[in-house]
C-alpha cells in the first residue's frame, strides 16, 4: 500500500496474495473490499465475503491487533488460515488484511529447514575449521571440523574463548588477529601456528586462516567469523622444494666449481705443452720430430678444444653472462670467419665461394664474437667433413625478419637418423671417427644462436647429396655499425721488442720459463717473474715494469683483487697489465676489463696472439707505440 494510505486500486484487486479491507463500525466489522485471490482462497463468492466473512476476520483482526504479533493463525470457512493485519489510516477504522494458507506457510518452512539442513551439512563437512566468535572472544559457533583435530564436540567448544581452550602463548596470536580484524573492519589472511587443548604446540604444522568481521547495518563489527585450513602438508612441500632448490644450486654451483677447476688444472699443463711445441716448430728440426711435434700440436689443440667446449656448455646453462647482443653489420661476422677458415680450406684442397649481396647494408642483433663461433663451427665442419676436391657455398638471405646465412657442402650428407642426432652433444656419427671434434661444436652453435634470439639447422641434407645447414638471425631496425677490421690468422712470425722490462706473476714453474722462452726470442731481455701476488707486488715496486703479465689464479691471492690492487694505487694505475689465464670463462674476463687491463690471453697460449697483445700493451704504455721488427 502507498503511504498517503489511500484505497487499493488495480494493482490489489491482481495481487497474487489473498488482500481485503476491512472497516471497523459501531455494529461491528465489514469487509469493504476484496482481491480475487481471497474470494478463491476463502471459497466463497465475491459478494458472500463481503458479507458473512466479516464477523470472522473482524475477530481474527482484533486478535492480531491486540497480541501485537503482526499475524496469527485463525479458523476462517473451516480452514486454518494465517492472518496479518495493518491499518490503513490514522484511525484504526481500516485495515489491510493478507490472508496465507498454513500448508503453504508450512511448505515454505520445511523448504527453510531443508535449507538450513543442508547448510549446516555443507559447513560441517567442511574440511576447513569455520567458526564465529562474539565480540567478547568467546565461541558463538563452530562446525564438526573445528572439534576433530582437538578431540572435542561443539558443545565443550561454544561458550569459551582461546585462553580457555589453546596455550597463553598460541591464544594470544590468535586474539591479537581477531582484535586487528575487528578494529579495523577488514578481513586478512595469515598463517598462524597450531596447538591443541593439551596445551601442546606443535611447530611442524600451521594454519592459514582467513578472518573477517560480521557488520550491523550501521557497519559496526559485532562478531568475527574465520575459516582456517590446514596447510601443514602445503608448507612441507614448500619447504621440501626450497631445500631441493638450494640442494640442486649448491649442486651446479659444485658443478661449476669442479669444471672451472678442471679447466684450470688442464689449461695450466696444455699451456706448457702447446707453448713449447709452438716454439719448437720455429725452429729447423729433423722430419721425423717435426711430424711429432705436429702430433703434439694436433692433440693438444684437440684437448683445448674439448676443454673450451665444454665451459661453453657451462657458462650457456648457466645463463650466458656477459653476452652482449647489440646492432651488428650483417657482413662483419660471416667475413670474420671466412677469413679464419681460408687456410684449413686451403691445406685441405676444398674451394669456398660466397654471395653475400644479399647481407650488404643489412644489420642483425647478435653478440659480434658469439655469432662468429656460430659461423666458424659450421664452416669447419663443412671443410672438415668434405669430399676431396670439395666445395663450399656460402649465401645469405632476408626473409620475415630474419637474415639467414646458408653454408652448403658437397660431402657425404646426413641420413635422417643422423640429421636428428647431430646437434646433441657428444654426437658422433658415422663415418666420422677419423675426424678430429669434440662432438659438442653444433650443440653449441645452436645453443649460442638461440640464446640470441636466433636459429641454427639443417635446411636439406640427403646421403651422397651434401648438406646446408642455416643460422637465423633477427634484423635490427637501425643501421649497421661501422664493421671493424677482419680477423686474418697470422703464422707464427715473433716481433722484436727491445728495452722493455716485464714482471710476470704466476704460480706454475713451467708457464713461466714459456713466457721467458717467448719473450727472449722476441729480443726482451729483462724479465722478472714472480710465483705469488705478494711476491709480485713487492717485484712491481721494486722493477717498475713497462707491462706486467699476470695470471688469475695464485695461491695466496685471485688474480682479480691483485689487479684491483694495482689499480687502486697512483704509482701503478697506469702499468699496462696483459691478463695470461687458463680461467677464461666471460664474467671472469669481462670483470678483469672492467678493471682496466690492457688485453686478456687464455690459456693454452697461441703465441702469436700473445706477441700481438704485448706489443700493443707496450705500444699504450709509449704512448705511440714501439718500433718492431719481424
Given at each position: 500500500m502507498s503511504?498517503?494510505?489511500?484505497l487499493?486500486g488495480?494493482a ?5 496474495t489473498a488482500?481485503?479491507?476491512l ?8 469487509v ?10 476463502l471459497?466463497?463468492e465475491y459478494?458472500?465475503?463481503l458479507?458473512?466473512a466479516?464477523?470472522d476476520i473482524?475477530r ?5 491487533c491486540?497480541?501485537?504479533s503482526g ?7 473451516h480452514?486454518?488460515?494465517l ?8 484511525s484504526d477504522?481500516?485495515?489491510v488484511?493478507?490472508?496465507?494458507p498454513?500448508?503453504d506457510i508450512l511448505?515454505r518452512?520445511s ?11 555443507l559447513?560441517d563437512n567442511?574440511?576447513a575449521?569455520?567458526y564465529?566468535?562474539?565480540i567478547?572472544g ?8 573445528f ?14 574463548t582461546?585462553?580457555?581452550l ?9 586474539m ?5 580484524v575487528?578494529?579495523t573492519?577488514r578481513?586478512?589472511e595469515i598463517?598462524e601456528?597450531?596447538?591443541d587443548?593439551?596445551g ?11 578472518k573477517?568481521?560480521l ?6 563489527p ?5 575459516i582456517s585450513?590446514d596447510i601443514?602438508d602445503?608448507?612441507?612441500?614448500e619447504i621440501?622444494?626450497r ?6 644450486e649448491r ?9 672451472s677447476?678442471m679447466?684450470h688444472e688442464?689449461?695450466?699443463p696444455?699451456?706448457a ?5 709452438q ?6 728440426l729433423?722430419?721425423d720430430?717435426?711430424?711429432q711435434?705436429?702430433?703434439i700440436l ?6 683445448a ?9 657451462s657458462?650457456?646453462e648457466?645463463?650466458a653472462?656477459?653476452l652482449?647482443?647489440?646492432t651488428?653489420a650483417?657482413?662483419?661476422p660471416i667475413?670474420e670467419?671466412?677469413?679464419i677458415?681460408r ?5 685441405t ?5 660466397s654471395?653475400l649481396?644479399q647481407?650488404m647494408?643489412q644489420?642483425?642483433r647478435?653478440?659480434?664474437q ?9 664452416l ?5 667433413f ?5 666445395f ?6 632476408v626473409?620475415?625478419?630474419?637474415l639467414r646465412?646458408r653454408?652448403?657442402?658437397?660431402g657425404?650428407?646426413?641420413?635422417e ?8 652433444p657428444?654426437?658422433?656419427l ?7 671434434g ?7 652453435a645452436?645453443?649460442f644462436?638461440?640464446?640470441?634470439g636466433?636459429?641454427?639447422g ?11 645447414f ?15 677490421p ?5 703464422a707464427?712470425?715473433l716481433?722484436q721488442?727491445?728495452?722493455a722490462?716485464?714482471v ?9 720459463r714459456?713466457?721467458?722462452s717467448?719473450?727472449?726470442?722476441m729480443?726482451?731481455t729483462?724479465v722478472?717473474s714472480?710465483?705469488?701476488?705478494e711476491e709480485?707486488w713487492e717485484?712491481?715496486?721494486?722493477v ?8 688469475f689464479n695464485l695461491p695466496?691471492?685471485?688474480g682479480?683483487?691483485l ?9 701503478f ?5 696483459l691478463?695470461?689465464s687458463?680461467?677464461?670463462s666471460p ?6 676489463r ?6 686478456f690471453?687464455g690459456?693454452?697460449i697461441?703465441?702469436?696472439q ?5 706489443v700493443r700493451a707496450l705500444a699504450?704504455?709509449r ?5 718492431t721488427?719481424?
Amino acid at each position: 500500500m502507498s503511504e498517503d494510505h489511500s484505497l487499493p486500486g488495480q494493482a490489489f484487486d491482481v495481487a497474487m496474495t489473498a488482500l481485503a479491507v476491512l472497516e471497523r463500525t459501531p455494529s461491528g466489522w465489514r469487509v469493504t473490499l476484496a482481491n480475487r485471490s481471497c474470494t478463491d482462497l476463502l471459497g466463497n463468492e465475491y459478494r458472500s465475503v463481503l458479507v458473512d466473512a466479516s464477523e470472522d476476520i473482524g475477530r481474527a483482526v482484533a486478535r492480531v491487533c491486540s497480541s501485537r504479533s503482526g499475524g496469527l493463525v485463525a479458523e476462517l470457512h473451516h480452514r486454518r488460515i494465517l492472518v496479518k493485519a495493518r491499518p490503513l489510516d490514522k484511525s484504526d477504522d481500516l485495515y489491510v488484511v493478507e490472508f496465507h494458507p498454513v500448508s503453504d506457510i508450512l511448505a515454505r518452512e520445511s523448504e527453510l529447514r531443508s535449507e538450513v539442513r543442508q547448510l549446516q551439512n555443507l559447513v560441517d563437512n567442511c574440511t576447513a575449521m569455520m567458526y564465529i566468535k562474539g565480540i567478547d572472544g568467546r565461541y558463538i559457533a563452530v562446525n564438526t571440523s573445528f572439534g576433530l583435530p582437538y578431540g572435542r564436540v561443539k558443545e565443550e567448544i561454544i561458550g569459551r574463548t582461546d585462553k580457555e581452550l589453546f596455550p597463553e602463548s598460541l591464544a594470544e596470536t590468535y586474539m591479537r588477529n581477531d582484535q586487528h580484524v575487528l578494529t579495523t573492519g577488514r578481513a586478512i589472511e595469515i598463517e598462524e601456528p597450531y596447538g591443541d587443548t593439551h596445551g601442546h604446540i606443535d611447530t611442524r604444522r600451521r594454519w592459514l586462516s582467513i578472518k573477517f568481521p560480521l557488520l550491523d547495518d550501521a557497519g559496526v563489527p559485532y562478531a568475527l567469523g574465520g575459516i582456517s585450513t590446514d596447510i601443514t602438508d602445503r608448507k612441507r612441500a614448500e619447504i621440501a622444494a626450497r631445500d631441493a632448490r638450494i640442494e640442486a644450486e649448491r649442486a651446479n654451483r659444485s658443478k661449476d666449481e669442479f669444471v672451472s677447476r678442471m679447466s684450470h688444472e688442464l689449461r695450466t699443463p696444455l699451456n706448457a705443452i702447446l707453448g713449447f711445441a709452438q716454439l719448437l716448430r720455429t725452429q729447423p728440426l729433423p722430419p721425423d720430430a717435426a711430424e711429432q711435434v705436429e702430433h703434439i700440436l694436433d692433440a693438444g689443440n684437440h684437448l683445448a678444444t674439448l676443454v673450451n667446449d665444454t665451459l661453453d656448455i657451462s657458462w650457456i646453462e648457466a645463463g650466458a653472462p656477459g653476452l652482449t647482443v647489440t646492432t651488428v653489420a650483417a657482413a662483419t661476422p660471416i667475413h670474420e670467419a671466412l677469413e679464419i677458415i681460408r687456410p684449413l680450406a686451403v691445406a685441405t684442397g676444398i674451394e669456398i665461394a660466397s654471395d653475400l649481396h644479399q647481407a650488404m647494408h643489412q644489420a642483425i642483433r647478435a653478440d659480434p664474437q658469439r655469432l662468429r663461433q656460430v659461423l666458424l663451427n659450421l664452416l669447419s665442419n663443412a671443410v672438415k667433413f668434405n669430399r676431396p676436391r670439395g666445395f663450399v657455398r656460402i649465401s645469405c638471405r632476408v626473409d620475415e625478419g630474419k637474415l639467414r646465412y646458408r653454408i652448403t657442402d658437397t660431402g657425404e650428407g646426413l641420413s635422417e637418423t643422423d640429421a636428428q642426432q647431430v646437434f646433441k652433444p657428444f654426437a658422433r656419427l658415422s663415418g666420422t671417427a677419423d675426424v678430429e671434434g669434440s662432438g659438442l661444436g653444433l650443440s653449441l652453435a645452436r645453443r649460442f644462436a638461440e640464446r640470441m634470439g636466433g636459429a641454427v639447422g639443417i635446411e636439406r641434407t640427403a646421403p651422397g647429396e651434401g648438406s646446408t645447414f642455416f643460422v637465423d638471425m633477427p634484423l635490427a631496425a637501425n643501421a649497421p655499425q661501422t664493421p671493424p677490421p677482419p680477423v686474418v690468422a697470422e703464422a707464427v712470425n715473433l716481433p722484436q721488442v727491445a728495452a722493455a722490462k716485464v714482471v710476470q706473476i704466476d704460480d706454475v714453474v713451467a708457464n713461466q720459463r714459456l713466457i721467458e722462452s717467448i719473450l727472449t726470442k722476441m729480443g726482451c731481455t729483462e724479465v722478472h717473474s714472480a710465483a705469488t701476488g705478494e711476491e709480485g707486488w713487492e717485484l712491481v715496486r721494486q722493477v717498475r715494469p713497462d707491462v706486467i703479465i699476470l695470471d688469475f689464479n695464485l695461491p695466496d691471492i685471485t688474480g682479480l683483487d691483485l689487479l684491483a690492487r694495482f689499480r687502486g694505487d697512483d704509482d701503478f694505475r697506469t702499468i699496462p697489465i696483459l691478463v695470461l689465464s687458463a680461467d677464461t670463462s666471460p664474467d671472469r674476463v669481462e670483470s678483469a676489463r672492467t678493471l682496466g687491463i690492457s688485453d686478456f690471453v687464455g690459456k693454452p697460449i697461441d703465441i702469436g696472439q700473445f706477441a700481438t697483445a704485448l706489443v700493443r700493451a707496450l705500444a699504450a704504455d709509449r704512448g705511440t707505440g714501439i718500433e718492431t721488427t719481424p
